[in-house]
């Protein structure tokens, strides 16, 4: 008889509560899921995300990442991790890598947090996966409180006191930001839902969130007229001299923008026909507000690559 594994719930070395004696006594039982730095904002992490064999030896600075603690070793230079990453065979030591163990950043988060599964042998079929919805957001940890579900886009979570936990639902990466319409910094978390945001040392209020950052075709723009690249959108794919023509019907006033693959830039202009004052963007920007853009944009020329 075929016997499944069920999960009942999960044994957790607690963020700011984990030591390393604490964390090892559960790795003793199986591997663990811990976090790590891998967004490549740094000179470290983006050695993280081109590794390839080796023992790293990196200082990290935020938890964006979740990974598997399968293991530790020690040489002559001290102990080191074993990690299994989600980036696939082609990626490090084929999905596998080895860090060096350090105090001062507890192993780039590593040691900072770890959960170990409880799982419970099970002769019962193993029912089929629920089909995942929208994100959904609560205001205590444990997914408890007030909740709320967001499927889009959303520049200003109205009547919601305090994000404590999220399920991402069917989304695959979210930004979300501390201040509304997309302002004041963000954090990224990727193919990851968080029962406590405490618990990984994320104790920020979080005021707005990208769910789905979709990427315009090749050479191709997309303008807004909200904050967070979300509202009315027009797609401009070559200069265009006056934006309240009927071919692009965008008479709003563009709030944010969207840069597809191929495009160097965007030069924004106050008045048609390229005339007026003028500036030019040369990334995304999820608000204009607070800006000197925040105002109605009439023609733009794009600057291919």
Request: with cysteine; aromatic share 12%.
């Amino acid at each position: 008889m075929k016997l499944n594994g069920v999960v009942l719930g999960f044994d957790t070395c607690s963020y700011g509560r984990c030591t390393r004696d604490k964390q090892r006594a559960l790795l003793a039982r199986g591997p663990l899921i811990v976090y790590v730095d891998a967004d490549g904002s740094t000179g470290a992490t983006k050695i993280f995300q081109h590794y390839k064999s080796g023992i790293l030896a990196i200082t990290c600075s935020q938890i964006n990442h979740a990974i598997v603690l399968t293991g530790f070793d020690k040489d002559e230079k001290g102990e080191f991790l074993y990690g299994m990453n989600s980036w696939g065979a082609g990626w490090g030591e084929k999905g596998y890598f080895r860090i060096r163990v350090n105090d001062a950043d507890k192993t780039c988060f590593m040691e900072a947090y770890g959960s170990l599964p409880k799982v419970q042998k099970s002769d019962q079929p193993v029912p089929p996966p629920p089909v995942p919805g929208c994100l959904k957001l609560y205001s205590q940890c444990g997914l408890q409180g007030d909740s709320k579900e967001i499927c889009t886009n959303t520049p200003k979570f109205a009547n919601f006191p305090f994000v404590a936990g999220y399920d991402t639902g069917k989304f695959k990466k979210l930004k979300f930001f501390l201040g509304e319409n997309c302002k004041n910094g963000f954090y990224s978390f990727e193919n990851q839902s968080f029962s406590c945001l405490a618990d990984v040392g994320v104790t920020a209020s979080f005021k707005s969130v990208i769910v789905d950052e979709q990427i315009p075709p090749q050479g191709c723009v997309w303008l807004y007229d909200d904050s967070c690249i979300s509202g009315n959108k027009v797609e401009v794919c070559t200069d265009v001299p006056d934006l309240n023509d009927p071919k692009y019907n965008f008479g709003n006033k563009t709030t944010s923008i969207k840069l597809g693959p191929g495009v160097k830039g965007v030069s924004a202009y106050l008045d048609p026909n390229y005339e007026g004052s003028y500036t030019t963007l040369r990334s995304d920007r999820y608000s204009f507000e607070g800006s000197w853009l925040n105002k109605d944009i009439e023609s733009v020329k794009i600057i291919k690559a």
